[in-house]
């Protein structure tokens, strides 16, 4: 079955540093998403994208934050300026449809320091 | 941010009972709910979904209840498997946005 997939699986970064967040979403699917989870609190939206745009983010994501889709096949999530507050797992997610459900990835745990 | 709510953080059921896994949500706008699964170290699975026009939708093992008038959704799988032990997610959205709300999730745990 395909995957979402996403590198590395563990970054460690410090703060105000720059990182970037890699993903392979499935390869027909069209709409792409980040979503985070804080240690012990939900899982939460960030942003969707869908034919090389943002079409909806959260207030989280502020400008320190932006997405790219850079060839057909790369989803990334980049944040400029690292904050302690941003460590948490990171989860990309695609779908083919906008009424079929999501496929996640297995997560990106960022680590600040 | 409590529109979806997950009242119980774990339950324990013996392998082969039914296991009811409840959601409640307060955002009356809100029109597809789904399930998803989580073990350790990996994403959210997609289980199963229902819409507001259905009361229920069964998939297997898994069925999910919509009582609309009590804004409340439940999850009954039967027979639970120790396969099944994970955390659970319900969540939601309504047709006026794209982004998924989340509970807070329950782990089950499924006991031989």
């Known amino acids: 079955e395909p995957e979402v997939t996403q590198t590395p699986s563990h970054q460690v970064t410090q703060m105000g540093q720059e990182v970037i967040l890699r993903c392979v979403p499935i390869?027909?699917?069209?709409?792409f998403y980040w979503y985070r989870q804080i240690l012990g609190q939900k899982v939460e939206f960030l942003v969707s994208f869908y034919n090389n745009e943002i079409s909806e983010k959260s207030e989280i994501f502020d400008d320190q934050f932006s997405v790219e889709r850079p060839d057909g096949s790369n989803f990334t999530l980049k944040i400029r300026s690292t904050k302690l507050e941003d460590s948490a797992m990171y989860f990309c997610a695609s779908k083919g449809t906008v009424n079929s459900p999501l496929h996640f990835g297995n997560g990106t745990r960022l680590t600040v320091t | 941010d409590q529109q979806v709510k997950q009242n119980s953080p774990s339950l324990s059921v013996q392998e082969g009972r039914i296991s009811i896994l409840n959601c409640d949500y307060t955002?009356?706008?809100?029109?597809?709910f789904l399930w998803y699964k989580k073990y350790p170290a990996e994403g959210p699975t997609f289980l199963i979904s229902i819409s507001s026009i259905k009361d229920k939708n069964e998939d297997g093992r898994f069925t999910v209840f919509l009582n609309k008038s009590a804004k409340h959704l439940s999850l009954h799988i039967v027979p639970s498997q120790p396969g099944d032990s994970a955390v659970y997610f319900c969540?939601?959205?309504?047709?006026?946005?794209?982004?998924?709300?989340f509970g807070t999730g329950t782990r089950l745990q499924v006991f031989p």
């Open positions: 955002n009356s706008m809100f029109d597809y």
């Open positions: 969540a939601a959205n309504s047709y006026n946005t794209d982004k998924l709300i």
């Open positions: 390869s027909n699917h069209l709409y």
